[in-house]
């Protein structure tokens, strides 16, 4: 969560939305069964083109990483045929805002994204609060199956730095 902070902070802030961070963990496990934890992505607010949010940018960026990236993610002996679709299965990701439910722009929501993503857990920072829409984010997750984490401890870090201006 600390380096979904740093991401958050990269964001150039805007009075109509917030600065929002968000990492994407998977595990990669050896051929000799040795399980480690990798970063597959990362994204913030408005990183790529558009008025785009931090999960969903990571999401893009995953998603368009090239064979020979991924290629990293399975080390030798593991067949990497189920490309970023399969890691994504077992990701944990971690954002520092309550991912969206809904969006005034029209744009898909980041929950929506998620799930569609099928991701395993999602650790959150802290909940949505309701400066720009009522946030159902969480329940959305929960509901499609992905396990939701409220990270203690850094609610207030994690809402300065969303509100930041
Ligand atoms: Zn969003």
Redesign the pocket.
């Known amino acids: 969560m600390k380096l979904a902070l740093d991401e958050a902070s990269k964001c150039i802030p805007i009075p109509t939305a917030f600065c929002?961070g968000c990492v994407i963990v998977v595990p990669v496990r050896s051929a000799t069964g040795v399980e480690e934890r990798v970063i597959l992505s990362t994204g913030y607010?408005r990183e790529l083109e558009g008025n785009t949010?931090?999960?969903?940018n990571a999401l893009t960026k995953a998603q368009d990483l090239t064979p020979a990236e991924l290629g990293k993610f399975f080390p030798e002996g593991i067949s990497s045929d189920g490309g970023v679709d399969l890691l994504l299965k077992e990701a944990d990701v971690y954002t520092t805002l309550e991912?969206?439910s809904i969006?005034t722009s029209g744009l898909p929501?980041?929950?929506d994204?998620l799930v569609g993503a099928k991701v395993r857990r999602c650790y959150i920072g802290v909940a949505e609060p309701d400066d720009f829409v009522i946030c159902e984010?969480a329940d959305k997750l929960k509901k499609s199956g992905v396990e939701v984490v409220w990270l203690k401890g850094l609610e207030r870090e994690c809402l300065g730095t969303a509100r930041r201006q």
């Open positions: 929002v607010s949010h931090a999960e969903a991912p969206c969006r929501a980041c929950a994204a984010g």
